[in-house]
């Protein structure tokens, strides 16, 4: 049977990888000239695909404003085809609410100029994530083309219907020997006339459903191939009985084969098989500092930042929509896949860093100024010199414990709520900076009578602050005469606990954990374990020689600390352990690791907290994980993916027998080390226990019972790329000229995680709302005249009309928020829940605190599906399926 080949012309434009953006700048702004060029000549090279990322438009038009109206007629024409995406993301560690703006910000860039392609288009993403049908279905498309994930053991056709987790599905196309195969078209016509009977085509185009393949034309950083329609012709005449070649379209390869109406197979789930291909299945600890950074501000910007801003937006401020667009762009372009894997140079990671770096200090110092403008012009019921205004970012009323860093004028005082009654508090740490803040000057009103203290202490203090409305705050007053002071002190005790758990330090440093609920003791937990890594940026790969050294075969230094309000136990070991990989193999262990696991329970709450400090700056090449042993033997673990609860197995059994009985034919080991959003957890009928990573989000079950979570801390590596790693046969991944001396991580490191143990199921425990919460802190805002310096900048007075408490909405129901945020194209706001549960149906309803004009409910675009009723301000939403998530429009 003849086949139709559709070239499709295209560059593969990784914004960095061994080089820097920069760099991968320069050149785009040259090569797209070309493209553009080529593009206009009355020819039949008549199509160009710009990688399905629109933040090349941004980066090219930077430099080259006066291409504008050029780029504008070419995709208006048809025949430059941009978009969805604004950055190529990654699927599996970026949250969903990044996914979720990545392409609706891409679609916004590429309106501007035309219609963008209506595709998945997602040709080097390390996996696909099993919520990205949903994600598609929503943006209203209805097909993706990608090459990693899925192998022929799984599906016999590169063509096929994709579910995901919610049961949402998508036609897919896969691109199985990548999106390079036809990018090296020989000139030689005897060479030629081979091309097309070699591999990858000849194994790849007889597995195709119909008559209609795929030959992407193009490279990483690859220039337009100028002589290609004559490349084209030669290949038709030489391969007349067998092809027809044409310039093609994603688009169009798309719709030739759906016109043929093809049966095709189904495959469900989240696609990470790395026969075919190599998916990197620890790429989730490369760089694990700069892992941990993206957790954190992904976290920060959608579940303290945009809320706040919206809480403000209700009550009169501006929402500084550009900002909020500027931070998640640069967001972006380390969301894509190589910057987010920290497969790139160290050099380039230094661009993700002080990306990173800006887009924390620019939403922080956004949230601070909000925080301000709200917490000044609430109107005083007393008159106090100093107030905490507290913010609750959640769609739930919370009673917890609050950490912040505060200034105070002396160490005992009072804090009163709303109803003056006192609020207990402790100091965790105290440090004078009287000099620092009296002498600083620059206040705007010096004739203004105002508090003036004659001690200043930088101080951290934990205060447990009573009721606290949803999406709302409420602020606290400072009595200087009274005392609600609660002392810290530290104890001779080895025990510590709260209404929820009873904890012990033994001897060897671990934790034993008595879940008062479930009456269940879990014995040892957090066992700190050390072992070798002999990968590279991409894979973590165990020596073949390892040596595993556990914390508990060293005598710790334990300190305990308690108070009312919070109680900790640190355990300090100097582990002894090898220095490099030569050294472990040899079984010698020259240097000293000083290494520390705090845990922390505060008062009410079922969250314990711990904190690990590891002092990394004499040994290379290993590997820091923390053990739970949970006593409860499983065949899967539960944890979350974006927008929904997913489970996988423990040991892929069919891969591996696939895997030992032909490892040739496989590029990577289908190992069972994975990746979360805010939870993992085991659990039966009975009970369970989920970790709530807060860096490093990668997790593996282990133990002979398969009963252990094992969360990775960190992991060090010095190379780019190394060949025949033991989970990664064959050839280097990246490069294996580059050095990586900085990924060896060299310093002080400091990573946060928490546990909850629960009695009862999974979905009674409501263990993704609790994680949600874990990730979405309260924040406080401290008012004081004499912090009005250069220390906080100086701001004039504004009328103070806001009332003391204030609270926007509240949901009532089994739904998991993921973002509450200003709609894009209209005034209302945006709210998104989604069902954490375990395949189970949730119900929920919004209880709005001030008057509502409509509700409607709106798809990821935003434009409205139905409107929803209203009654006594109070909306029911409709019912939510297993991983599945709504999104509403509220004015």
């Not at 739930?396 to 950490?403: A, C, S």
């Not at 472990?584 to 690990?612: C, G, M, N, Y």
């Amino acid at each position: 049977m003849k086949k139709t080949v559709h070239v499709v012309p295209h560059s593969h434009w990784d914004r960095e990888w061994y080089f820097t953006t920069s760099r991968s700048k320069i050149y785009l702004m040259h090569d797209l000239q070309k493209v553009l060029t080529q593009l206009e000549k009355d020819d039949t090279y008549d199509h160009f695909i710009l990688d399905g990322q629109a933040s090349l438009l941004d980066d090219y038009l930077n430099w080259r404003p006066q291409d504008r109206n050029r780029i504008r007629k070419l995709v208006q024409a048809g025949q430059l085809i941009i978009g969805p995406w604004y950055t190529q993301t990654d699927q599996l560690v970026i949250s969903g609410e990044s996914i979720v703006r990545n392409m609706l910000y891409g679609m916004q860039v590429c309106e501007a100029f035309g219609d963008y392609m209506n595709v998945g288009y997602v040709p080097d993403s390390f996996g696909q994530a099993a919520s990205m049908p949903q994600i598609y279905q929503q943006f209203g498309i209805e097909d993706t083309l990608f090459w990693r994930g899925v192998s022929d053991d799984e599906v016999k056709q590169t063509e096929f219907v994709w579910k995901g987790e919610d049961g949402s599905s998508v036609t897919a196309f896969q691109i199985p020997s990548g999106y390079y195969i036809g990018g090296a078209i020989p000139e030689n016509k005897e060479a030629l006339a081979d091309f097309l009977h070699e591999e990858p085509f000849k194994t790849t185009w007889s597995r195709s459903a119909t008559d209609q393949v795929y030959f992407p034309n193009g490279f990483d950083q690859a220039p337009v191939r100028e002589n290609l329609p004559e490349l084209i012709e030669q290949m038709n005449a030489l391969y007349q009985d067998e092809y027809e070649l044409h310039i093609s379209t994603i688009e169009k390869y798309i719709a030739a084969i759906k016109e043929q109406q093809p049966e095709l197979e189904e495959i469900a789930g989240e696609l990470i098989n790395g026969k075919l291909m190599r998916i990197h299945k620890t790429i989730f600890s490369s760089r694990s500092d700069l892992k941990a950074l993206n957790t954190q501000i992904q976290h920060y910007l959608t579940n303290v930042m945009e809320p706040i801003l919206t809480i403000a937006k209700q009550l009169g401020f501006e929402y500084p929509v550009e900002t909020v667009k500027e931070i998640w762009k640069l967001m972006f372009e380390n969301a894509a896949h190589d910057s987010i894997g920290s497969c790139v140079s160290d050099n380039t990671n230094e661009d993700v860093y002080m990306r990173y770096k800006q887009a924390r200090d620019i939403a922080m110092n956004l949230v601070e100024l909000t925080m301000r403008q709200i917490a000044t012009t609430i109107k005083e019921s007393k008159n106090t010199p100093i107030t905490f205004t507290l913010f609750n970012p959640y769609d739930h009323p919370r009673n917890e414990v609050v950490e912040a860093e505060v200034y105070l004028p002396q160490k005992e005082f009072a804090i009163l709520d709303e109803a003056g009654q006192s609020v207990s508090y402790t100091v965790l740490e105290m440090i004078d900076q009287t000099d620092y803040v009296l002498n600083q000057g620059n206040i705007l009103n010096p004739t203004k009578d105002y508090y003036h203290p004659t001690k200043v202490y930088k101080a951290k203090i934990a205060v447990a602050a009573g009721q606290l409305p949803s999406l709302g705050y409420t602020q606290l007053t400072i009595d200087l005469s009274g005392n609600s002071y609660q002392t810290f002190e530290r104890t001779t005790n080895r025990t510590i606990e709260n209404n929820y758990y009873r904890i012990t330090v033994n001897a060897n440093g671990s934790f034993d954990i008595f879940d008062k609920a479930a009456q269940v003791l879990y014995n040892e937990q957090g066992i700190i374990e050390e072992n070798g890594d002999n990968g590279d940026s991409f894979n973590y790969s165990p020596p073949e020689k390892d040596w595993v050294i556990s914390s508990i075969d060293f005598e710790p230094v334990i300190e305990v600390h308690e108070s009312s309000v919070l109680k900790t136990i640190k355990s300090s070991f100097v582990l002894q352990v090898p220095a490099n990989l030569e050294e472990r193999a040899a079984k010698k262990a020259t240097v000293q690791l000083p290494i520390s696991l705090e845990v922390t329970v505060k008062q009410d709450s079922p969250v314990i907290d711990f904190h690990l400090k590891a002092d990394n700056q004499s040994v290379d090449s290993h590997r820091i994980c923390v053990l739970f042993d949970t006593n409860i033997p499983s065949k899967f673990s539960t944890a979350d993916q974006q927008f929904g609860t997913i489970q996988r197995p423990v040991v892929f059994e069919k891969e591996m027998k696939l895997w030992e009985a032909n490892k040739e034919q496989w590029n990577e080991q289908p190992i069972a080390i994975e990746t979360c959003q805010t939870f993992v957890s085991l659990f039966n009928d009975q009970r369970g226990a989920a970790i709530l990573p807060k860096g490093v989000r990668e997790y593996e079950i282990v133990g002979e019972n398969y009963d252990t979570i094992r969360l990775t801390i960190f992991r060090t590596y010095g190379f780019m790329g190394k060949e025949n790693l033991m989970y990664r046969p064959g050839r280097a991944s990246g490069e294996t000229v580059i050095a990586t001396p900085d990924a060896q991580l060299h310093k002080r490191l400091e990573f946060s995680f928490s546990a909850y143990y629960f009695a009862g199921s999974f979905n009674q425990a409501d263990v993704a709302n609790i994680a949600k919460i874990a990730v979405s802190p309260v924040q406080l805002y401290q008012a004081a005249e004499f912090l009005n310096s250069r220390l906080n900048f100086t701001l004039g007075d504004e009328p103070k009309t806001l009332a003391t408490s204030y609270s926007m909405a509240e949901v009532v129901g089994d739904l998991t928020l993921s973002v509450v945020k200003k709609a894009e194209k209209r005034e209302g706001c945006i709210i998104r829940l989604y069902n954490g549960k375990l395949k189970e149906t949730c119900h929920a309803a919004i209880k709005f605190k001030q008057e509502v004009q409509k509700v409607e409910l709106v798809n990821l675009k935003e434009e409205t599906v139905a409107e929803l009723e209203l009654q006594d301000q109070t909306v029911s939403l409709p019912e939510v399926a297993h991983a599945k998530f709504i999104t509403l429009y509220v004015e």
